[in-house]
């Protein structure tokens, strides 16, 4: 079974700090993805990566980086947390390698609050 | 880019009642079509897709349907049991891509 994992499940931090959040996948997948989930918004696409230290803007960027030194790694950065990034943060995987796959396998989810 | 609209945002239905989800897509170059359930707690999880060379594709107790030419796809759910419970979104992606757009979610609640 696939398995993604993400660091915390809650996490609270202040204005200002910054923030990593990390996801990490089993199943040697190629490319990894990270959302934001808000109500009544769905899922909106952060950033992804196809391959290690290669990633690609999503529909929502602004205000975060993310870095894959690794292939198994995906890491997401708020350099300065702001109240407007209060959200449920997914991270997900896709496509083992050699096998091209549209299924994407998630984590269970970081709920970031900042105050 | 992609829109995918999807409705109802909030369904509720009675154990054994069969429940529809909706999804309509704007790009018609779109060719692989998921649908995913999260439930509480957890990460969406994948529980049907059909691809468009395909009308039909059933599991069980769901099914998805697809529309090419009105760009509308549908998850079909009968006999609902409690368990089916959840947040269910429809996607649509064009071949090649592995980029996703998904719709905005139904919470669906099966009253037992």
């Known amino acids: 079974d696939v398995k993604v994992t993400q660091s915390s499940r809650y996490l609270v931090k202040r204005t200002g700090e910054k923030v990593f959040l990390e996801c990490v996948q089993d199943?040697?997948?190629?490319?990894m993805f990270w959302y934001r989930q808000d109500p009544g918004l769905g899922l909106r696409l952060i950033y992804f990566?196809?391959?290690?230290?290669?990633?690609e803007k999503g529909d929502i960027p602004e205000g975060y980086s993310v870095s894959r030194e690794k292939k198994e790694r995906f890491s997401l950065i708020l350099e300065s947390a702001s109240t407007n990034q209060t959200s449920m943060y997914l991270c997900a995987s896709s496509s083992p390698a050699g096998v091209p796959s549209y299924e994407q396998y998630f984590g269970p989810g970081t709920r970031l609050t900042v105050t | 880019g992609e829109n995918v609209e999807q409705h109802p945002s909030t369904l509720s239905v009675q154990e054994g009642d069969s429940a529809v989800i909706k999804c309509t897509y704007s790009d018609s170059a779109s060719n692989y079509f998921p649908w995913y359930k999260q439930e509480l707690g957890k990460g969406p999880q994948l529980i049907i897709d059909?691809?468009?060379?395909?009308g039909e594709k059933k599991d069980q107790r769901i099914a998805v349907t697809l529309n090419k030419t009105a760009k509308h796809f549908s998850l079909h759910i009968t006999e609902t049991q409690p368990e089916d419970s959840a947040v269910y979104f429809c996607?649509?992606?064009?071949?090649?891509?592995?980029?996703?757009?998904f719709g905005r979610g139904t919470s669906l609640i099966v009253h037992p």
């Open positions: 996607a649509a992606s064009k071949g090649g891509s592995y980029i996703p757009t």
């Open positions: 059909i691809r468009s060379n395909v």
């Open positions: 199943m040697d997948h190629e490319n």
């Open positions: 990566s196809y391959d290690v230290k290669m990633k």
